[in-house]
Structures are given as structure tokens and as C-alpha cells.
């Protein structure tokens, strides 16, 4: 269950949930115990009225107590604590770390400044996403990163059989998967004035947060055959990576960011029941110009938003288009994306 959906499971679930009959022990999903992890967090998420579900091979809280919509509504007044725990933290050192990992991310690696990160994507030799990755440079010699739980086996494949390649050339970098620690660095916080209100929050409300937001979802609306500029991560690009390339893929990235896609990812706002992964999208004369990749009702707007691709040109803001859906066509509307603004905090 690593893409998209979750919204939905967790509304089937609440539904399943609201009769005795169908309240399950703490094992219900969990009936090949040998085969999902939990998170150190695990335990205490039961306590505190969790509802586990299989993600990425580990037990999740898909929710708690209170309802996804009411979860995702709180995240945006007042915040909400997610257990990130279960995604692949890994280290790379030695005084190569950065021009290793640049031939394989789009991101200006060795320009950052110590302590501070980036967004970035991994590419293949097509220019497609491979993953989607939190960059961070410790120190020039360090360099930590976190993937996608989902995408850990590919991912760590991927970067070993080229990191033996750096190496056997007299690269200086080694790495180190960070299995023994739960991400980060813990801190203990006293919530304070924000006790009961700041709330433990599940993968369903993350889903519909992260719609709202305009982000891509691995998986749904990122895929080995789109590229971080079909995708709309141009930004992600580093201003020196595309003058000088040298990262997997970088001659179909940079032809296209000086010629443009031939496909873009867009926002839609609809009518009718809500957008699903692989609706069709139609011109209003019934041309397919491509499909949804993540839609769903969102909790703060009150009406369905979704994701998808279409052909460049009938991408611009404005550009009237239908959504199939069960057979039938809604209207619908492209739009600027993030959904609903953000209010992301930056450090001075």
C-alpha cells in the first residue's frame, strides 16, 4: 500500500469501525506478524486509539479517534505530530560524499550550506524519478538523507551498485543505513499552551494534507517515466546542476527545461463524485489530453481537488476540461497549485 488511497481506506475503515461487530483485536491486520515491522512508536499508538494498517511493509496508524477530515482541518489550525519513523534514513561520508551523490540527484549537493537541506529527486538514465529525497549536508564530509519506506530496496540497490563504482575509481565516500535509530535527532518538547490541540495524526489525514499542498506522492504522481520537469520540480533543479549536468538523465532534463514537456503535471478542481487515480482527462470537444494521478474530497475546501498530466498547452490555469468517472464525464477546471496555501516555516 505504498501509493494512494489512503483517504479512501480510511474512511471504509471508520465505517467498519463504528460497528461492535467489526472492531478488531490489535492483530487484525497483522496476521503475518513475521513479515510487518512496527516502529518503536508502535505500542504507543495502540494506546492512544490508533487504527494500524500494512504501509510500506511496516504497522501504521492510518488514524485515530477523531475522523480524517477532522485531522487534516487541525493539522492547518493548530499542527499535528506523524511518526515518520518507518522511512530509510542513510549517512554518506568521506570527503567525496557530495560529488558522489550529485551524479545521481538533481540537487545542488556541495552548494548547500552545513545544516541546512533540500528537496531532490533521483534519477535514472532516462531522466526519470527514481524517488523523491530530504537532502541534508551535516558537514562537507557528511551527508544524511531520508527515502521513501516504500522505495528502500530499489533505492538502496540503486545507490550501492554505483557507490562501488565511485569507490573502485578511488572515490572517498562509504555509507551507512541508519536501522538502529528512529530518524532524527530526539528532542524532548513540552507542547505546552498546545496540549489538546496539537494532535497524533495518521496516514489518511497525511494523504489529504499533502493533496491540498500540491505535493507529489511516489508512486501515484512521480514514476520512473516522468521527469522532475514533466513533474513540475523543476525548482528542485540547482541553478549550477543545470549548467554543468553530470547527474543521471540530465540530457532529457535539460532539453526539456529549455524546450519545455511534452506533459505537465496540473491541479484540477471537479464537479460530481470525487477524482481517482487513472480518471480520464478530456477536452471539453472529448479529447483525452491524460488521467489523474491522486484526487480526492478536501477536508479544508470542502470540494474535490485531484492531480494529473496532461498535453502541454492544455495546461494553463483556467483551461475548462472533464474527468471521467465511472463512465461518466464532470466538468472540471485546471488550477494553480498548492490547493490551499501554505504556511511552511523558515528559519531566520
Known amino acids: ?37 512496527k516502529t518503536a512508536l508502535h505500542e504507543f499508538h495502540v494506546e492512544n486509539g490508533g487504527k494500524m494498517v ?3 511493509g511496516w504497522s501504521m496508524p492510518i488514524q ?29 561520508t568521506g570527503k567525496d560524499s557530495a560529488t558522489f551523490l550529485e551524479r545521481l540527484v538533481v540537487a545542488d549537493v556541495a552548494g548547500l550550506r552545513p545544516g541546512t537541506g533540500t528537496l531532490t529527486v533521483f534519477t ?47 572515490g572517498d565516500v562509504s555509507w551507512h543505513i541508519h536501522d538502529e535509530r ?5 528532542r524532548e518538547s513540552n507542547l505546552g499552551e498546545f496540549r489538546g490541540k496539537v494532535r497524533l495524526t495518521g496516514l489518511g489525514a497525511r494523504d489529504s494534507l499533502r493533496l491540498e499542498a500540491g505535493l507529489c506522492l511516489y508512486g501515484n504522481d512521480m514514476e520512473q517515466h516522468i521527469t522532475p520537469v514533466e513533474a513540475g520540480l523543476s525548482w528542485t533543479i540547482g541553478k549550477r546542476r543545470r549548467a554543468e549536468g553530470g547527474f543521471l538523465g540530465a540530457e532529457v532534463i535539460l532539453q526539456q527545461l529549455q524546450e519545455g514537456p511534452s506533459i505537465r503535471r496540473v491541479g484540477l478542481f471537479s464537479s460530481g463524485p470525487p477524482p481517482r487515480s487513472h480518471s480520464e482527462i478530456l477536452s471539453s470537444s472529448g479529447e483525452k489530453l491524460g488521467e489523474i494521478t491522486s484526487g480526492g474530497f478536501s477536508p479544508c475546501l470542502k470540494k474535490n ?14 483551461t475548462e476540461v ?22 511552511y516555516y523558515k528559519s531566520s
Open 1 to 37: 500500500m505504498r501509493c494512494g488511497g489512503l483517504w479512501q481506506l480510511g474512511q471504509s475503515l471508520s465505517r467498519r469501525l463504528s460497528h461492535p461487530a467489526h472492531r478488531p483485536k490489535h492483530r487484525f491486520l497483522n496476521a503475518s506478524a513475521g513479515e510487518i515491522k
Open 54 to 56: 500494512p504501509f510500506a
Open 64 to 92: 485515530y479517534k477523531d475522523s480524517i477530515m477532522d485531522s487534516t482541518v487541525n493539522c492547518r489550525e493548530n499542527g499535528s505530530l506523524f511518526d515518520v519513523s518507518h522511512m530509510c534514513g542513510l549517512s554518506l
Open 124 to 170: 535514472n538514465e532516462r531522466g526519470g524519478a527514481i524517488d523523491d529525497s530530504v537532502v541534508t549536508k551535516v558537514s562537507d564530509d557528511h551527508i544524511y538523507l531520508v527515502v521513501n519506506a516504500g522505495c528502500r530496496d530499489k533505492d538502496l540497490s540503486h545507490i550501492g551498485e554505483h557507490l562501488e563504482a565511485f569507490k573502485a575509481k578511488g
Open 182 to 186: 528512529e530518524r532524527g535527532r530526539p
Open 305 to 318: 481537488i485531484a492531480m494529473g498530466y496532461v498535453k502541454s498547452g492544455s495546461h494553463k490555469p483556467g
Open 322 to 343: 472533464k474527468v471521467v468517472i465511472r463512465g461518466k464525464p464532470n466538468d472540471a477546471v485546471i488550477t494553480k497549485m498548492p490547493f490551499v496555501p501554505t504556511r
